[in-house]
């Protein structure tokens, strides 16, 4: 086990399992060298050369998608409104990376005739089904990358060997946070905090390095209080930025200004400091032991069911994501993550004590990363890798082992 740098452990990553020099390396140099397809829970692949799927007489229509370059909820607006309907009634299994070449299942309620031409996306089939797409309906997805430009090849197939047997900590990924600007954890924690100013001072006041000028501007005029002149600076696709300024500039109070960002993306805040608590939760059962060997007081899954490990039991462990109703591992594992709630400065009742809407749910998540088909060949200084993940698990967790990225922004994470 190997600490990280500065960067991953604000995050919460505070550890890479392999022991091996950084490789370097950059990932998605284009669309082309990060292919996700989607594996839907029977083991079909929506692949980038196409699927067929069995229809089935319902109200629902299947569409399969591959885009390139093209975020997900954009096109899944982008559909909504050109087929006439709610985008309540367009679902996904999962969101796919933006940057990337992505294939997967659309689905749209009722009988779709037609389908509008969207820039980066190509449609190559359509099914009637009983059902919407959803999360159930996908086991995870498979994924192609090229990691171009290794500094040390050797670093990296070190590495990767290392990768087929060990216990890697199925962390939250970077892009749950940002790479360019990471603080939507830290708004999320404010927001659990009850805390307007902490809010405030991580949207304004935290600028950093590859921000756009335009953006350094505004966000340095906003936190001097000049709330009009940074509204006008801010470009429009500043949503939640703009969103907050124009009510301070008209006298609201910071929570009540606060309570004007839309509420989908106050959610994501709240998921954002979820996420990092549980990465803080997985650094600290590191401490402990490996993932693979559960120990006395440790949450496991066994047979779908969560129960507290026994001898004998087996099971894959499991650890909360923070939240309303869930439980807490026992002994020393309990002991260590209620110390991370307390450092956060987060009370477990908070989660229930949100604003309507922003009530916060937890969940368990596997500690380990659950790694299928793994392979990899070099070529030259480049090298390609193809593995499968369940859904939730993000395969930069993978990559970072290898490349090691002190600023994961220069390597394309």
Known sequence: MREAPPFDKALGMYYYVTDTCPSGGVIK???????????????????????ELRPRVGGWTW???????????????????????????????????????ASHIISVRGAVKGLPEVPGVKFLGMWSMDRPMSP????????????????RVDCAVEALEA??????????????FGTIRPVSHLLGRALLRKSPEEFFDAMFCKIFEHESAAAKKARELACRGEYQKALETFPRRFVEER??????????????????????????????????????FLSARLELGPLDKPLEGDLVEVGGQVAYYAEGLGGDVVLPVA???????????????????????????????????????????????????????VRGRDVE??????????????????VKPAEPYRHGF
């Open 243 to 280: 969103a907050f300024l124009r009510r301070l500039a008209h006298g609201y109070d910071m929570w009540n200004a606060i309570m004007g960002i839309p509420l989908q993306i106050l959610r994501i805040y709240v998921e954002a400091a979820q996420s990092y608590l549980f990465n803080k």
């Open 163 to 176: 990768l087929k047997s060990a216990a890697v900590p199925n962390y939250y990924g970077y892009q749950r």
């Open 385 to 402: 890798l193809r593995f499968v993940l369940p859904r939730g698990s993000y395969a930069t967790v993978l990559l970072r082992e290898a």
């Open 323 to 377: 939240g309303a109703g869930v439980r807490m591992p026992r002994g020393k594992v309990g002991e260590a993550l209620l110390k991370v709630m307390k450092g956060e400065g987060v009370d477990p009742a908070a989660f229930l004590k949100m604003p309507r809407g922003l009530k916060a749910y937890g969940s368990y998540r596997r500690a380990r990363l659950e790694v299928g088909d793994f392979s990899y060949a």
């Open 136 to 151: 159930s309906e996908i086991y995870g997805n498979r994924f192609t990358i090229v990691l171009r430009d290794v500094e």
């Open 63 to 101: 569409i399969h998608v591959v885009k390139r370059n093209v975020d997900t909820i954009r096109l899944m607006i982008r559909l909504a409104k050109a087929l006439g309907v709610s985008p309540r009634e367009v679902s996904v299994g999962g969101i796919k990376d933006t940057r990337a070449v």
């Open 29 to 51: 140099k284009s669309p082309e060298d990060f292919v996700v397809e989607e594996v839907l829970a029977d083991g079909t692949v929506v692949a980038v050369s196409g699927v």
